[in-house]
């Protein structure tokens, strides 16, 4: 077996958390697979729900992705396990999209919920907060309106901050492919947006 270990020198002490209990996993330590889900499972929830934005199938999407990861274990060939974890789940989220078909109603559904805010403060403008809920309520329709494809290349570069090679090496197509879904997509919510841009500006 493979040791992680040796093959992988990180200074990075998350990272060799992550490939001690890969390996651990990997000699069958159950338990040790367990903390990775307990470690990433929020993390990847949160990607996984502004890709595919019902809440329900993004939970779906992440537990059939740990259960592949689980599966797959001995394809892990080093370095991050956060993006190789990542890798998984954005395949798993783009399969669901493409086997359902559904078009999503609020790409960021939290934000429908107010309760993941902090307190407003004494310097809380109402005005201000009405004009981002509003901002939130625009790019959530226009996102819901462009392609999957174009959706989640925008949502892992413009909101996760992966570059053009990661999102690529995750969604299996061609560096070129991610950079014209990006570029497609940011002119098909510019469209969309067209005529709600003052509460973009400012």
């Known amino acids: 077996m493979e040791d992680l270990r040796s093959t992988t020198v990180t200074d990075d002490p998350v990272q060799r958390r992550d490939l001690i209990l890969l390996e651990r996993a990997r000699e069958g330590d159950l338990g040790a697979f367990n903390d990775l889900v307990s470690l990433y499972q929020d993390q990847l929830f949160a990607l996984v729900v502004r890709m595919v934005p019902d809440r329900d199938q993004a939970s779906d999407a992440v537990q059939e992705a740990f259960f592949s990861a689980f599966r797959h274990l001995d394809s892990f060939r080093g370095g991050s396990v956060k993006s190789w974890l990542n890798r998984i ?63 989640a290349a925008i949502v892992l570069y413009d909101v996760e901050g992966f570059d053009y090679a990661e999102i690529a090496d995750m969604t299996g197509v061609s560096l070129g492919t991610v950079k014209s879904r990006i570029h497609r997509g940011r002119l098909a919510l510019r469209g969309l947006l067209e005529g709600r841009m003052e509460l973009f500006r400012g």
């Open 89 to 151: 789940c954005v395949n798993a989220a783009m399969d669901t999209q493409r086997a359902r078909k559904r078009r999503p109603v609020q790409p960021y559904p939290e934000l429908e919920d107010e309760s993941w805010q902090p307190p407003a403060g004494t310097e809380s403008d109402p005005e201000r907060s009405a004009v981002l809920a509003e901002r939130t309520r625009a790019l959530s329709t226009a996102l819901a309106a462009i392609t999957d494809d174009q959706r």
